[in-house]
Structure formats: C-alpha cells, structure tokens
C-alpha cells in the first residue's frame, strides 16, 4: 500500500494506492473518487472486530457511526480521500504504538489499526470545549487532516497548546486541561481560556488555524435560520 | 528575538523565540501553543473607552495579551489570526501605518497602536468607524482572509469595499458608488472604497462577507 499526499498544505488530498486485496479504512464521506473494482463495506467497527459498543463510542466522539472500508478487489486499485475544510494532511506510522488523534483529525488507516474511543475523553468534556480523543493502537499508516498547516512539537518539559489547535500527540505524553501562564484570570481575558499542557517527552502535531475561532469569526454574517 | 513567518500564504503562522526578558503583544486568543513557561499578562487594548471603542467599532479584541519570557533560556510560542490567509510583518521607523478593523495580530513592545476616526464613509462602506494606527517603533505583525495584493498609489484608487486590510498614513479614504447606479446595484460591485493619496495599500482576496452571502441562501 502507498499513501501519496497531493497538493500541500493549502487544499490537500490523500490518494492511497492498493494492492489487491489490501483495505483501507477511513472516516464516512471522506472519499473522494476511486477506481472501478474497490469493494466498499460499512461496518459500525474496524473489520472482524470491535462491535455496536464501540461504534457509540465513536460517536460520543464526534465522529460518525459508521467507518468504510475499501478492498481492491481482483487488481490493484486507488481512492483518494479529502476533507469538508481546507487544510494540510500527515501520515504516520505506527509500529505497535498508539497515537491519541483529536477526533475531527482522524482520515484513514490502515487495516491492522485499531480504532478506539481516548482515554482521555472524559477529562476534556469538562474544557467545556467538546475535545474528543480517538486511540489508534497498532501497526500501520495512519492518515491524519487539519484546518491549516500542521507543525509539529518535540516536548521535553511542559508545552502549553490551545484546545483547538491540537491533531495527535503521542501517548508518552501527559495531559492536563489548565490555564495558559500563572494566573486564570489571564488566561481567560487574553482569550485563551483552558488550553492543555503537555507533560513529559514526546511529540505533538498542532495545526496552525482553529475552525471552532473561524466559525465565531465568521458566524456574525450568516443569518438565522 | 527571532521571528518566522511560516505555513505558506493559505495559512500563515508566527514562530517566536523569546530570549530572556523579551515580550512579545498579541491580540487576544491568538496564541495557539507556547512554552509552558512564558508568562501571560493580559491587559486592557488601550485605556478602559478605547479598548471599548477598538473592541465594539474597530473589530479588535478587548483585551490584549503580553507574553514575556521570565528564565533565562529561549522560550517558544506560535501565534496565528482566526482566518486562513497570508500574514505579513511590518517593520516600523515611526512612519506610521493604518489597519483596517480585525488585520492586527502582533507587535514588538516599542509599536504603539493608537485609535482614529475614520470617518462615516468608512463605516458605511463596512469598513468601520475608527482605524487602527500603529507608530513608533518595532515590528507589526497583520493579517488578511485569503492572500494580499500590494499595490502602490499616486493619485486614485479603488477597492471593494471589505477588502481594504491595510494603507500608508499617505493615503485617505473616500467612499463612492462602484460605477453608474445600475452597474452599481446590480454589478455586484455595490459601494466601493475609493482611496486617495500617495503611498502603498493592501488588499485582500477575499473576505468573510463575500463568503457569508455565498453559505447564506445554502441554509
């Protein structure tokens, strides 16, 4: 299996070349175009797997019900996958790692990934910003999307990163839900309100914009529905 | 201090390294990550009215935060605007420098960002009753939805209204129907901004009203 990204970091699309035989599994409604002999199956869980359980759990996390998987059947084939929102793409490898990816980042991966709901889930959802965490445990490719450009972070100490801004970090990294500098107060009127501080060594992916600040920006021209 | 302007024109961002002592102000809730040891110190834009009048009729924030690195090793943080789009850095040598509501991002602690009235005209043509001048100097950082045309006048000029990010304190504002009544009205061209003077202007791509009327009728 190849994984191409294509046309980064402003409009960017991931094509996935498939053996035959090879699946790819992504989030519902991200494919793009496809050839001809792909076998698409919609399960509420990753392939010989999981069950309806998880899949509700997906859901409390924002993401669909459903996933798709794609099979080449016969031959090799290709799908290419985008996003609703312009931005950049990454993949990443995992060799029986996990990564904890933020819900509205997660793209594709590959089969022998497993898709969970983060152990994390249930310290956010006091942020009051409605972060939500997939765990990606396993071995393979990982396809990730983001509002804007993707950067990452080496953390060896503490690193202070705004809720809306973070895509993946790894799991050798702690977590807590605080205030960016020494006082909440601050914190709060300088407009950053809760931000997560990461602790330990490790990397964290940011992306550069925060659609949830995009939409407040924009949401005073729409009208009322 | 060592600044870069990064993530291509579709999404501009801001790397800072802070040394020890530096401080860096930016508009509030534009930081997307820092070093958990910089201190944030966030303060009113301006004295309590002008804050108000910048907050409510010149598109900025309320308040502004500092951050200012207090250990003495280099610190990091990343700032950003809401909007996709380019940003630009401009270093100031007391010339002065206008915005349009909603473009300023950043500044070195010696930039001082001051309130002026723009004028009615500038209102009506969406563009907002005050400007935001910056003087003295230091480096300013300003942004735009969608990337910026720079284009430099000696006479008149016009551009759509909205689009206006930022203009030399040589240049004026006026504001006027696009062409005859019907082109106007029915053009899509509406009022414009006509713009006066000698000196450089920048324009932005898009904006956020052309892309409301385009998701508007969709809902």
């Known amino acids: 299996m190849q994984i191409e990204l294509l046309h980064q970091p402003g409009n960017t699309a991931a094509r996935v070349t498939l053996a035959p035989g090879e699946t790819i599994t992504s989030e519902s409604g991200a494919m793009i175009a496809m050839s001809g002999n792909m076998d698409i199956t919609t399960s509420t869980h990753k392939k010989k797997s999981g069950g309806l359980l998880k899949a509700a759990k997906r859901m409390l996390a924002g993401e669909s019900f459903f996933l798709n998987h794609f099979e080449s059947s016969g031959q090799a084939g290709e799908v290419i996958f985008g996003t609703g929102l312009a931005g950049d793409m990454m993949v990443r490898e995992l060799e029986q790692e996990s990564l904890i990816v933020q819900s509205r980042s997660f793209l594709a991966a590959t089969d022998d990934i497993d898709i969970g709901f983060g152990w994390q889930g249930f310290a956010s959802i006091f942020s009051g910003e409605s972060v939500f965490w997939l765990n990606l445990k396993g071995s393979g490719s990982v396809v990730l999307t983001s509002f804007g450009a993707i950067y990452p972070v080496v953390v060896d100490g503490d690193y202070i990163v705004d809720t809306g801004h973070i895509v993946a970090f790894e799991e050798t990294l702690d977590f807590t839900i605080t205030k960016a500098g020494k006082s909440w107060l601050h914190s709060y009127l300088g407009g950053e309100g809760l931000v997560c501080k990461f602790s330990g060594t490790g990397t964290v992916w940011c992306q550069s914009h925060s659609s949830a600040d995009f939409g407040q920006r924009l949401a005073p021209s729409l009208k009322n529905r | ?219």
């Open chain 2, 1 to 219: 201090m060592q600044t870069a302007i990064k993530g291509s024109k579709a999404f501009s961002y801001i790397e800072v390294s802070l040394e020890q002592g530096e401080s860096i102000v930016c508009e509030a809730g534009g930081m997307s990550s820092m070093d958990a040891a910089i201190d944030l110190t966030a303060r009113l834009n301006g004295g309590f009215l002008r804050a108000l009048i910048k907050r409510y009729l010149g598109g900025e924030t309320l308040f502004v935060s500092n951050f200012t690195n207090n250990t003495s090793q280099p610190r990091t943080l990343t700032l950003v605007q809401s909007v996709p789009g380019e940003i630009r850095c401009q270093k100031m040598q007391g010339e002065g420098f206008n915005l349009q509501p909603g473009a300023f991002i950043a500044c070195t602690a010696g930039v001082k960002l001051g309130l002026r009235w723009a004028g009615l005209v500038s209102f009506i043509a969406r563009e907002g009753l005050f400007k935001l001048v910056a003087s003295g100097d230091g480096n300013l950082w300003y942004g735009a939805y969608g990337a910026m045309i720079e284009k430099e006048i000696d006479g008149e000029y016009i551009v759509d209204t909205a689009h206006l990010v930022a203009f030399e304190p040589g240049v004026k504002l006026k504001l006027q129907l696009a062409g005859g009544l019907f082109s106007s009205l029915f053009g899509g061209e509406g009022l414009v901004t006509r713009v006066e003077g000698k000196g450089k202007i920048i324009v932005q791509s898009r904006s956020l009203a052309g892309l409301a009327g385009w998701l508007n009728p969709k809902f």
